[in-house]
Nanobody, 125 residues
């Protein structure tokens, strides 16, 4: 059973870069057909897919966040990371990492099988 755990600072100042890491256990991030995503939920809003890194290291980003988002991985540590630059208070949200096993990549949060518990990130001075 794949398990995911987010970690990172809970408070980030405006204009800074938000950095989160998702540690994976129970499976390898290089396992064929797995995709590893970052998804967030601002207060009072729905889930928003931000981007993913596939098992082969290829990355895909939401068009609306593409200019500020970077997802990378460390295969030796079996984790993947999110960096979101130039944050504003509108980036305040619960951030989740999630995984999906399928030959088809998905940008739909509800199609993800495995989820971390989520971590609250607040952007404030």
């Amino acid at each position: 059973q794949v398990q995911l755990q987010e970690s990172g600072p809970g408070l980030v100042k405006p204009s800074q870069t938000l950095s989160l890491t998702c540690s994976v256990s129970g499976g390898s991030i290089t396992t064929t057909d797995y995709a590893w995503s970052w998804i967030r939920q601002p207060p009072g809003k729905g889930l928003e897919w931000m981007g993913l890194i596939a098992y082969d290291g290829s990355t895909y980003y939401s068009q609306s966040l593409k200019s500020r988002t970077s997802i990378s991985r460390d295969t030796s540590e079996n984790h993947f990371s999110l960096q979101l630059s130039s944050v504003t208070p509108q980036d305040t949200a619960v951030y989740y990492c999630a995984a999906r096993s399928s030959m088809v990549l998905s940008t739909t949060p509800n199609e993800y099988n495995y989820w971390g518990q989520g971590t609250q990130v607040t952007v404030s001075s």
